[in-house]
């Protein structure tokens, strides 16, 4: 059974940083693309950034690039997602993804899902 499972959420003031991990098991995800996404109330679920774990190559949003980022720990079978110097509008409880399909940022692409960690920016 697939399990990704965040962490490290919480209040944080503004320009702090946060590091969020996500424990992947249940499946080898060598060949999968892994993905943090972002949800605030009535709003859909917006992209932030995915790595292909094969090889680490990453990809972000544009509204992150340049303050946060995305690894892998391979021999943890962890993702992590680095954010500096946070804003108030980073606000949103924020998921980890996994999909088999190459360079999306579709949720709909996306198959198994954590769920969620609540990351606040206090102003």
């Known amino acids: 059974q697939v399990q990704l499972v965040e962490s490290g959420g919480g209040l944080v003031q503004a320009g702090g940083s946060l590091r969020l991990s996500c424990a992947a098991s249940?499946?080898?995800?060598?060949?999968?693309?892994m993905g943090w996404f972002r949800q605030t109330p009535g709003k859909e679920r917006e992209f932030v950034a995915r790595?292909?774990?094969?090889?680490?190559?990453?990809y972000y949003a544009d509204s992150v690039k340049g303050r946060f980022t995305i690894s892998r720990d391979n021999a943890k079978n962890t993702v992590y997602l680095q954010m500096n110097s946070l804003k108030p509008e980073d606000t949103a409880v924020y998921y980890c993804?996994?999909?088999?399909?190459?360079?999306?940022?579709?949720?709909?692409?996306?198959?198994?899902w954590g769920q969620g960690t609540q990351v606040t920016v206090s102003s």
């Open positions: 993804a996994a999909s088999m399909l190459s360079g999306s940022s579709s949720p709909s692409a996306y198959y198994y």
């Open positions: 249940g499946r080898t995800f060598s060949s999968y693309f």
């Open positions: 790595i292909r774990w094969s090889d680490g190559i990453t």
